[in-house]
Nanobody, 118 residues
Framework: QVSVVDAGGGLLQAGEPLSLFCKCT???????????MGWYRQAPVNTRELVAI???????NDANSVKGRFTISRDNAENTVYLQMNSLKPEDTAVYYC?????????WGKGTLVTVSS
């Protein structure tokens, strides 16, 4: 079993930055270096979409809509993944979910709400 806790959301104005973080823990796994970790988001009436993912080899995959503005990173010692969001836009408003893939099972955080006003 894997526990995923995501946080850091808030209400802010367009153009401001925000950083999300997500910590993963497991009674059976001491490190998540071999797991892909990433962020998804879901806006009202939309389906959940990929924002950014960081695979064990260090290769990232970012959605086109966030390229150049969002940066995903991870601290393997802390089993934590971060999402630095810059130049936020109103269309970035959504609930952001942290995701960890472990043994072909997706584990999700409860989500953290990011609201960007114009």
């Amino acid at each position: 079993q894997v526990s995923v806790v995501d946080a850091g959301g808030g209400l802010l104005q367009a153009g401001e930055p925000l950083s999300l973080f997500c910590k993963c823990t497991s009674a059976r796994l001491s490190t998540f270096t071999g797991n892909a970790m990433g962020w998804y988001r879901q806006a009202p009436v939309n389906t959940r979409e990929l924002v950014a993912i960081l695979n064990p080899g260090g290769i990232t995959n970012d959605a086109n809509s966030v390229k150049g503005r969002f940066t995903i990173s991870r601290d393997n010692a802390e089993n934590t993944v971060y999402l630095q969001m810059n130049s936020l836009k109103p269309e970035d408003t959504a609930v952001y979910y942290c995701n960890v893939l472990h043994q072909r099972i997706d584990y999700w955080g409860k989500g953290t709400l990011v609201t960007v006003s114009s």
